[in-house]
């Protein structure tokens, strides 16, 4: 293993650039979530159950929001998005802290739908700038700086609020990501390369890209996150079961660094694997973890699923990248945030229940055996049919007036 590959996509030019704006602008983007729920509990003085209402609102937003943005990025360019995005970020966030509940929960769900797309422009531009045979490393590098914004954007909510209260942090995090969209716009990434149909070109049917195959991909992408959400509330679980909540945020931590070093080393690696082995190894390495007893044994057999993270959403968006055409590429890269999202939300109420009804281990029993399922079960289809009919390659980057073939 080597940092060459690192060292090779750090040299492309743009590069360094996007993701280091990539990272700062995801950080009030990861902590918008923490920081509605801590306003509704301590600000409006109401349950958990109505945050997660809120929570559950925008969650559904962004989950409708996602590709919608991206097609028009496809058709529109990037900035026209950024602008609108930006402006709703501010007029929500700003006016936010004076809504009564319901008007909040609506707003709340607009706010989702109009989100600032960072996450999947980031990786949109990404496949734009970084050639075919060096993405995974790119992306490798990406999902390590994700767990970076995770570490970091939640604990930065919960330090203004504590210090300046709830309505004040949610004027900050507005003020955050009209920042976040302003520098963006700035920056301009490219969503297209030399040799690719400019945005607004030809269209390239959604029922030429949008296969099985491709459907496979998305429900292992949401098979993922299901797991890994399910996992983290099991672990809290189990911390609160045995008293030891105390140490949440430090294993938490430990797994978070564990996520970072699996991408970095699948990101140096020579070639990459399949997401169905990744997620498929990942899933059935959190089913044993429910048979054991001791909580600080649990968190140790964390870790080798935990390694798991970051190279299973980066071989997702990678594969993804590959099969998709230029034309199409927002669209699908907002689809492949749907379904991110939509593991991440089912997975919440799932879980609460398998908990309650069943016992904290079964929260990584069932769920594991879940995403093995959904794995096992995309296996046949992603055999029979992976590739689109309109494959990537054919607008792959331009490197010296020639395409850049596909590694995959």
Known sequence: MTVEPYRRVLSIPGVRT???????????????GLTLTLYVVGGLRLGFLEAGLVGAAATAGVAVGSPIAGRFVDRRGLRPVLVVTTVAQLVF?????????????????????????????????????????????????????VEVCYMTGPALAVAVTTALGSAWTMTFLGLGLVGSGVALLILDPPVRVEGEPEAGGA?????????PGLLALLGVTCALTFVLAATELGLVAVLKADAATRWTGLVLAVWGVASLVGGFVYGALPRGFSPLAIVGTMAALTVPIGLIGDWRVVCL???PAGMLCAP???????????WVPAEARGEATGLHGTAMTLGLAVAGPVTGTIIDDWGTRWAFILPGAGGLLVVLLA??????????????????????????????
């Not at 990786?123 to 060096?134: F, G, K, N, S, Y």
């Not at 071989?315 to 993804?320: E, F, G, N, S």
């Open 301 to 303: 057999a964390l870790l």
């Open 379 to 408: 296996a046949p289809i992603w055999r029979r049919g992976g590739r689109p009919a309109v494959p990537a390659a054919d607008h792959a980057p331009m490197t010296g007036g020639k395409p850049v073939p596909d590694a995959a």
């Open 203 to 211: 269209v390239v049917r959604r029922r030429q890209w949008l296969t």
């Open 312 to 322: 299973g959403i980066s071989t997702t968006i990678d594969t993804l990248s590959r």
């Open 93 to 145: 966030w700003i006016s936010a802290s004076f809504l009564p509940y319901w008007p909040l929960v609506a707003g709340a769900f607009a706010d989702g739908v109009l989100a600032l797309p960072v996450f999947s422009v980031v990786r949109q531009c990404l496949a734009a700038t970084v050639p075919a045979e060096q993405r995974r490393s790119a992306y490798a590098l990406d999902s390590m700086l």
């Open 18 to 32: 996007l993701l280091l704006v990539g990272l700062v602008a995801r950080v009030p983007v990861v902590a918008s």
